[in-house]
Antibody, heavy 121, light 106 residues
Framework: QVQLQQWGAGLLKPSETLSLTCAVF????????WNWIRQPSGKGLEWIGE???????NYNPSLKSRVTMSVDTAKNQFSLELKSVTAADTAMYYC???????????????WGQGTLVTVSS | EIVLTQSPATLSLSPGERATLSCRAS??????LAWYQQKPGQAPRLLIY???TRATGVPARFSGSGSGTDFALTISSLEPEDFAIYYC?????????FGQGTRLEI
């Protein structure tokens, strides 16, 4: 049973860089794309982007200029950096797993617990 | 970017009733559509993939249908634990998009 455990700074000032990490326990790290999704309070889900173990990334075009994702295969971890944050980046951030193959290849079938990030001066 | 539009925004029903939630894509996505359930304070949970296949452990009262641009999630007889927010999701052109959600309330 795979578990995704995430952490990172929860309170940032405007213009700072958001940094979150997600660790994968109990499953393969190779056969998936590793995703970040965010959700402002009371609002819907927004996909941020994804990375595979080789470091290949796909980003949401609306965030691409500020997003960097990285992967540490030795630790089965992946990370998100979002630079120059504003209050509009305040949200719950989730990490999630997307299988590379099979019928579930387009879905996010395991999620982390979420990390609340608040941007305030 | 493919836009997913869900309707209605809010659906008010009672336990035991049948619920039908809709999701429309801005262009054809075949059957590459998933549905998620989200309860307060929790991460979303995958319910349906490939438009109509239930994920592991999902009760049989949940069913998905549709292809192309029009999709539906049906809950045949609502249980108290089914009252939540439901999102549809697709992946194409190297990007994932979600619908805006339907709140299913008592």
């Amino acid at each position: 049973q795979v578990q995704l455990q995430q952490w990172g700074a929860g309170l940032l000032k405007p213009s700072e860089t958001l940094s979150l990490t997600c660790a994968v326990f109990g499953g393969s790290f190779s056969d998936f794309y590793w995703n970040w999704i965010r959700q402002p309070s009371g609002k819907g889900l927004e996909w941020i982007g994804e990375i595979n173990r080789s470091g290949t990334t796909n980003y949401n075009p609306s965030l691409k200029s500020r997003v960097t994702m990285s992967v540490d295969t030795a630790k089965n971890q992946f990370s998100l950096e979002l630079k120059s944050v504003t209050a509009a980046d305040t949200a719950m951030y989730y990490c999630a797993r997307r299988p590379l193959a099979g019928a579930v290849a387009g879905t996010l079938n395991s999620w982390g617990q979420g990390t609340l990030v608040t941007v305030s001066s | 970017e493919i836009v997913l539009t869900q309707s209605p925004a809010t659906l008010s029903l009672s336990p035991g009733e049948r619920a039908t939630l809709s999701c429309r894509a801005s262009q054809s996505i075949g059957d590459y559509l998933a549905w998620y359930q989200q309860k307060p304070g929790q991460a979303p949970r995958l319910l349906i993939y490939e438009a109509s296949t239930r994920a592991t452990g999902v009760p049989a009262r949940f069913s998905g249908s549709g292809s192309g641009t029009d999709f539906a999630l049906t809950i045949s007889s609502l249980e108290p634990e089914d009252f939540a927010i439901y999102y549809c999701q697709q992946r194409s052109f190297w990007a994932i998009t979600f619908g805006q959600g339907t709140r299913l309330e008592i």
